[in-house]
């Protein structure tokens, strides 16, 4: 298993760019995340998705879109860059059943360095 | 939504001392409690993990607590070692799936 994946590891975008952030999982994992990273932070959740074709806002959405339109792969879609958005991000994912005692262990991916100038 | 608070921001300790991370979270609903952590440019891996109808987790050299009446968790490193040298985060899952993380604490192990 490759685990959790992620395109690319660097990239310098100019205001106003656009690009999609890649992220594949070959756990079938039914849960997958997208965090920020920023210097001295946690990790903040941008958006999540519980399965194919269900996604949801998280904690930082604004400037981001996702979809996830099979279980394996959850893009990051960023459609105008920002300067603010310069961060290291993070796709994870995690399995678990529909019960609420259930809670399994978040895998990552190795992150994407992203630089808006 | 629920926030999670971590102390200190960094640690520095003698190696074979023992280290010692804090945090707080604020919904009571919280019932899943992991740790991570994350070396210098790599992902964050989870050590240890404590859910809410268990006082203290051990596994080798870390611990974790919970005290769900003081809403607060932590971490015990005992006899560090240099390769315990990372950044630290801990989080709270105050639903089925979200984890809201602290802003993590830096850990130096001096040899």
């Known amino acids: 298993n490759a685990g959790v994946t992620q395109t690319p590891k660097f990239r310098i975008l100019k205001i106003g760019q656009s690009m999609t952030l890649q992220c594949t999982q070959d756990m079938n994992h039914n849960y997958m995340y997208w965090y920020r990273q920023d210097p001295g932070m946690g990790l903040k959740l941008i958006y999540y998705s519980v399965g194919a074709g269900i996604t949801d806002k998280g904690e930082v959405p604004n400037g981001y879109n996702v979809s996830r339109s099979t279980t394996e792969d959850f893009p990051l879609r960023l459609e105008l860059a920002a300067p603010s958005q310069t961060s290291v991000y993070f796709c994870a994912s995690s399995y678990r059943v529909l019960a609420r005692s259930s809670y399994n262990e978040q895998f990552f991916g190795p992150g994407t360095r992203l630089t808006v100038l | 939504g629920e926030n999670v608070e971590q102390h200190p921001s960094t640690l520095s300790v003698q190696e074979g001392d023992s280290a010692v991370i804090k945090c707080t979270y604020s919904?009571?609903?919280?019932?899943?409690f992991p740790w991570y952590k994350q070396e210098l440019g790599k992902r964050p891996q989870l050590i240890i993990d404590i859910r809410s109808n268990v006082g203290e987790k051990k596994d080798q050299r870390i611990a974790v607590t919970l005290n769900k009446t003081a809403k607060h968790f932590s971490l015990h490193i005992t006899e560090t070692q240099p390769e315990d040298s990372a950044v630290y985060f801990c989080a709270a899952c105050s639903n089925d799936y979200k984890l809201s993380f602290g802003a993590g604490t830096t850990v130096t192990v001096r040899a």
């Open positions: 919904d009571s609903a919280s019932n899943y």
